[in-house]
């Protein structure tokens, strides 16, 4: 195993699947990581998360984030400390000839946030857990004897990383070879767990069997360090920016989720504040309650307090992996940059994770999309693959004509035909799942 990753290495605009057109002497104003991320926005299945669940449901009287608006907030904050990173970092190596190369790694997070979960089915985590819970523990679980252990694997530890990994790489029926054809870099930037899912923690992992290829592709081309394991199986130390991608994401859910709660009145403003003002001593705590105090609007206090926290988490941050570079490097350094605080707004952070799960994410509201969400994808898998499994029924062939194109339902694998199903069913947003559900129940007709 190598050492140490290299920066030269692990800053690359080769792109996935054109690699036969690099050209990396080539000058553009608007470089390849600018167009992964132009690329990114302009797409559908990235128009597709204003209508996907992060954690309240949707829609409502009071706006709240959707997958969409959160991915736009963590691209903004992992450009942000992605660029006090760069700049430490062109200091620390400026005799270095390749220097420069820390000028992109901003516009490479920056992407990397917003596909980060691209991958992720409608009605928020509770959609992954509903998909792998079919396989697991529903009616999937009687083809267990059909698939190998890794296919197995993939199935009933369904993770939406790794779908986004394989939606920005995989080839699509009448699609492109290598999918969205992004940089290595940020291809590697989104993979925060990088091995097999039979090394699943949590349901955690990093590509689905039928990537794995692709991933090693990328991963050894950029020279991210293989983690060498007595029974072989494949894993990875992470690219380094995936941990700066990490950071950007648990900052804006942690806190953007106790502003929503506050809006829905779920936590009460002075709660609010009080957690927040504990981001910081004591002198900044009194400056901060005398601009509070200018301001009537309860939700503009916390709007205030927000940005201040989310500014004093990002500098925190940067240090922290600038501190470590060494550690990340070397694939030596354990947890998130958030996990590594042990200053006052590491502490502040747990608390308002603890409180998160005691207030928000056990909410009644929250808890009735996950129910509702659970039903309706159970329901939409048992007749979809109901269908590629049995194909010459006739429910079966109406049902599969409704699928889209692109989708392979006659893969010459049964694991890629279930993939197909995946890919259409994670790929749906909340109205669309729940319209079909309607529509296959018959509780829905087409107008006449």
């Keep these: 195993m190598t050492d140490r990753m290299k920066w030269s290495q692990l800053i690359n605009d080769k792109r996935f699947g054109l690699e036969h057109y690099h050209d990396p002497k080539k000058s553009n104003i608007r470089t390849d990581f600018r167009r992964d991320y132009d690329r990114l926005v302009f797409s559908s299945p990235f128009r597709r998360l204003q209508n996907k669940t992060q954690v309240f449901p949707l829609p409502g009287s009071i706006f709240v984030h959707n997958r969409l608006t959160h991915s736009i907030e963590v691209a903004c904050v992992g450009k942000s400390m992605a660029d006090q990173i760069a700049i430490a970092l062109s200091e620390r190596y400026a005799s270095e000839s390749w220097h420069h190369l820390f000028a992109h790694i901003s516009d490479i997070v920056a992407a990397a946030c917003l596909a980060h979960d691209l991958g992720n089915p409608p009605f928020g985590h509770s959609g992954e857990r509903a998909i792998a819970t079919f396989f697991s523990e529903g009616d999937g679980h009687h083809l267990r004897d059909r698939f190998s252990d890794s296919e197995w694997a993939d199935l009933t530890n369904f993770e939406g990383n790794a779908n986004a990994f394989r939606l920005l790489t995989h080839s699509f029926k009448g699609r492109r070879d290598g999918g969205f054809a992004m940089t290595y870099s940020t291809l590697a930037s989104i993979v925060k767990y990088p091995y097999e899912s039979s090394l699943a923690t949590n349901g955690k992992f990093g590509f ?27 894993c990875f130390a992470r690219h380094p920016l995936v941990y700066i991608v990490e950071a950007a994401d648990d900052i804006c859910y942690e806190i953007m989720d106790i502003e929503d709660a506050h809006k829905l009145k779920i936590i009460p403003t002075d709660e609010v504040i009080d957690l927040m003002l504990g981001y910081f001593d004591d002198e900044n705590r009194k400056h901060m309650t005398e601009v509070m105090q200018r301001v009537e609007d309860p939700n503009e206090k ?25 550690l990340i490097l070397e694939g030596r350094f354990e947890g998130s940059l958030l996990d590594s605080l042990n200053s006052i707004e590491g502490e502040a952070y747990r608390r308002c994770n603890d409180l998160s799960w005691e207030k928000i994410y056990r909410a009644s509201d929250v808890v009735d999309i996950e129910l509702a969400g659970n039903r309706i994808i159970t329901f939409l898998l048992e007749k979809l693959i109901g269908a590629v ?10 049902l599969l004509s409704k699928f889209p194109k692109q989708y392979d339902v006659e893969a010459p694998t049964l694991f890629g035909k279930i993939q197909a199903v995946l890919d259409h069913v994670s790929a749906m947003t909340d109205v669309y799942a729940l319209d079909l559900f309607r529509k296959l129940n018959g509780l829905s007709l087409p107008a006449v």
């Excluded at 689905?208 to 199986?233: C, H, N, Q, Y």
């Excluded at 010459?392 to 109406?398: A, G, I």
């Design 208 to 234: 689905f069997t039928s990537e794995r290829d692709d991933f090693v592709r990328v991963a050894d081309e950029l020279g991210m360090l293989r983690i060498d394991r007595p029974d072989k199986r494949l």
């Design 302 to 326: 916390i709007a205030y307090l927000r940005s201040c926290v989310i500014g004093a988490l990002v500098k925190r941050c940067a240090e922290t992996f600038i501190v470590n570079e060494e």
């Design 389 to 398: 499994v049995n194909p010459e029924l006739n429910y079966s062939r109406l």
